[in-house]
């Protein structure tokens, strides 16, 4: 212990633990300097009291006056308790007279009880004495872990302030709102004012212009009222089926539309479902221009299909091979029967002559007279097996199947029994069968049904089946000609046209009319000529062509709609020969297209068997 009179300063007012044992040794060796030594057996006596735990043996040193007895404390010891907090250990000594065999005794209290938390603690090496502060600053947060940042506090709400630029964000914000608000009602109002209007069109004018049954869907912005027939018009006229439901008007053609025009379709007095303005919803679209398919033969090469417009200067093949005996075309696919040495094939592919598959036969041996349900997706034909005698083999057989090729050849049955076909074809628009056996029965077969075979009398020939009426045109037994419902099995007379031309050979209808040939003869009967003869619905007839005696019509037939037709020539037939296939025609074959609303010729292309005609021609 230094005994130099110059002592370190002390801060005026301790503010830790450090600072507070530290003033209490510095006191305490300031009274041992000023006293004298004591004696060996007062040593005791003189010993301090024992550290009080919490000090950690650093108990404050006091006594007390000789006058009163009072205890006395340093000002050290009572900055340090103002200071700190802490109550200093107070010391009481006993006067020298007091009858004790002891100088003095020594006990230390505590005036309150340490804070719970504080525990005992072992004593440590002093640390190196600190340069005061003047204050503890406060205990930064702790950083937060570079693999856990700490999640951000929830900002505090901002107090509301009545700055000018939160007036003016609140006005802006105002304005906002207005201005929606304004173009949300002028919406409201405009849509109550107008009523309803066309949000989509569907159409397909492509397949409009190749089949019946084709639509045009009208989606309006709103449910709408009930929609009657009278309110819709088509133009060019066509007639339809109507079917409207919610948002949605449905228009069915029932016949194919024309090519190359444009249609209108308006529904007026259109009314929202609930109640309003009415409007008028219109929308427009156009056809494209027809292409037909022709069978052109070569005896010297490869007989050829060619797609053609209706100038016949874009005349393009699609597909060739040594002998095709006939063809049908649908909306999508060809159907093509090639004659080989063994037999018929089949063939299915596009109409671009691409991706050819080959349709399952029901044996071996040969195919004709192919036609087509482009609604049912079937091929039909007539099938006579190669190996044929009186006993064994199958001869003109009517075959149904899948233009998929997904299922087995079908061959048609009455009673039980496969049936030998005359003649046939396939009802348009559906899947039934309308045929005539060798026995002259006249029978429905529905391939879409389980109804089974439906007998409709006895007929010498079925001369055609008008599209979208389920109307046929059968000749019966004594020569009638009739006009027989499918449906119901009624029937009626086919009037005769005005002026008269006589009985027709073939009559093929059309929408809106038929084609009837005729054969005029002399008074010997023997042919002078021959025509084809334009007949509408009302029964005005206008002949279409007409040939003299060295020329033949084979074959004459409609576009789908009814536009236009094409006519079938064998030119010079006295010096045109037949060609050895299994449906023989002249060599020479012309197509003679024409307009049937003017009766004008378009043109006159090589080849037959348009994709327009539902069959072959026969001669």
């Known amino acids: 212990m230094s005994t130099d009179d110059e002592r370190p300063d002390l801060p005026a007012v301790p503010r830790t633990r450090a600072e507070l044992r530290a003033a209490r040794e510095a006191e305490a ?126 900002p505090a709400k901002p107090e509301k302030s009545d700055t000018p630029s939160d007036r003016r964000f609140l006005l802006a914000l105002g304005a906002v709102l207005g201005i929606l608000v304004l173009v949300g009602a002028g919406l409201g109002v405009v849509s109550l004012t107008q009523g309803p209007r066309i949000t989509e069109v569907q159409v397909d004018p492509t397949e409009a212009i190749e089949t019946s049954g084709s639509r045009v869907i009208l989606t309006a ?96 093949p699609v597909f060739a091979a040594d002998k095709i005996n006939d063809f049908r075309a649908t909306s999508s696919q060809l159907v093509v029967s090639v004659e080989e040495d063994e037999g018929s094939k089949l063939l299915v592919m596009d109409r671009e002559g691409t991706d050819q598959r080959e349709l399952e036969l029901p044996g071996v041996g040969y195919v004709g007279a192919i036609q ?102 059968v000749e019966r037994l004594d020569g009638t000609v009739v006009e027989l419902n499918l449906a119901d099995g009624s029937e009626v007379p086919l009037e005769a046209s005005t002026p008269d031309y006589g009985t027709a050979i073939t009559i093929t209808p059309y929408p809106g009319g038929t084609l009837r040939h005729v054969v005029s003869r002399d008074e010997n009967g023997l042919p002078v000529g021959q025509a084809v003869i334009r007949v509408n619905d009302e029964g005005a007839a206008t002949p279409l062509v007409e040939v003299d005696s060295t020329d033949s019509i084979l074959q004459a037939c409609a576009s789908p709609s009814g536009q236009y037709a094409a006519v079938v020539i064998a030119p010079e037939l006295a010096d045109n020969p037949y060609d050895q296939m299994l449906l023989p025609l002249p060599e020479n074959l012309e197509t003679h297209l024409l307009d049937l609303r003017t009766g004008d010729e378009i043109v006159a292309l090589t080849g037959f068997d348009a994709s327009w005609c539902q069959t072959a021609p026969q001669f």
């Not at 006993?94 to 009880?113: G, I, K, Q």
């Not at 005992?120 to 600190?130: F, S």
């Not at 529904?267 to 052109?296: C, E, K, N, Q, Y």
């Not at 309308?434 to 429905?444: E, V």
């Open 29 to 154: 060796a300031a009274a041992a300097a000023d006293s004298p030594s004591p004696s060996v057996s007062d040593a005791g006596a003189a010993a301090p009291t024992a550290e009080s735990p919490d000090e950690g043996g650093g108990a404050e040193r006091a006594g007390t006056s000789p006058a009163t007895d009072t205890p006395v404390v340093s000002p050290a010891a009572r900055g340090a308790r103002g200071a700190g907090g802490e109550r200093p250990t107070r010391s009481t000594f006993v006067p020298p007279d007091a009858e004790s065999t002891t100088s003095f005794a020594a006990h230390s209290t505590t005036d309150y009880a340490p804070p719970a938390p504080m525990q005992p603690k072992a004593e440590k090496k002093p640390k190196a004495e600190k340069k005061p502060k003047p204050a503890k600053a406060a205990k930064p947060a702790k950083a937060a872990r570079p693999e856990k940042p700490a999640r951000p506090e929830k």
């Open 221 to 316: 912005n709103q449910s709408l009222a009930a929609i009657d027939e009278s309110q819709v018009t088509v133009d060019p006229a066509v007639p339809f089926t109507l079917d409207a439901a919610g948002r949605g008007i449905g228009i069915r053609f029932t016949v194919p539309l024309d090519d190359d025009t444009e249609y209108t379709v308006k529904v007026a007095d259109a009314v929202g479902a609930g109640g309003g303005p009415s409007a008028t919803l219109s929308t427009s679209f156009s056809t494209p221009a027809s292409h037909i398919f022709l069978l052109r033969r070569d005896p010297d090469g490869n007989d050829q299909i060619f797609r053609t417009d209706l100038s016949g200067e874009k005349a393009q």
């Open 372 to 473: 087509v349900s482009d609604r049912g997706g079937l091929v039909g034909y007539s099938y006579s097996d190669k190996e044929l005698s009186d006993t064994e083999g199958r001869a003109s057989v009517l075959v149904t199947q899948s233009l998929s090729g997904d299922d087995e050849p079908v061959v048609t049955e009455v009673g039980g029994k496969e049936a030998n076909i005359f003649v046939w074809q396939f009802v348009p628009d559906s899947s039934a069968v309308l045929f005539i056996d060798f026995d002259g029965a006249l029978s429905l077969v529905d391939r879409s049904t389980d109804a089974g075979v439906q007998s409709l009398g006895l007929a010498t020939t079925i001369q055609g089946i008008s599209r979208g009426t389920y109307t046929a045109i």
